[in-house]
């Protein structure tokens, strides 16, 4: 199986819309547009992922840079989720001094 990541879509792009432009490369196992937690609004991306990857490949080729629902899109394949493991939850450092808030005394 072989995920596509979508960009630059039109806010108005709909999970069916976007498969029916998809399935036209074949078999289409899901096509998800990502949207806001609160709002459900479009974040203008998505990721489609077919059964086939010669089908994806084709779907890439064919797609990329052309124009869909008034937008100009952009078609790769998608990479592995990075791990966001090691940014906000840092331990304290303490640098000694003056500490915000604090006088040294």
Do not use: C, Y
């Amino acid at each position: 199986m072989t995920t596509l990541f979508v960009a630059k879509l039109s806010f108005d792009t709909t999970n069916a819309s976007l498969e029916a432009l998809f399935a036209e490369f074949g078999t289409v196992q899901s096509a998800r547009v990502v949207t806001d937690r609160e709002t459900s609004k479009s974040k203008g991306f998505a990721f489609v992922e077919f059964e086939n990857d010669s089908e994806a490949l084709n779907a890439i080729k064919a797609l990329d840079g052309k124009e869909f629902e008034g937008r100009e899109i952009a078609v790769t394949t998608a990479r592995p989720r990075e791990d966001r493991s090691g940014g906000g939850n840092r331990p304290h450092q303490s640098g000694g001094g003056f500490k915000r808030g604090f006088q040294n005394r």
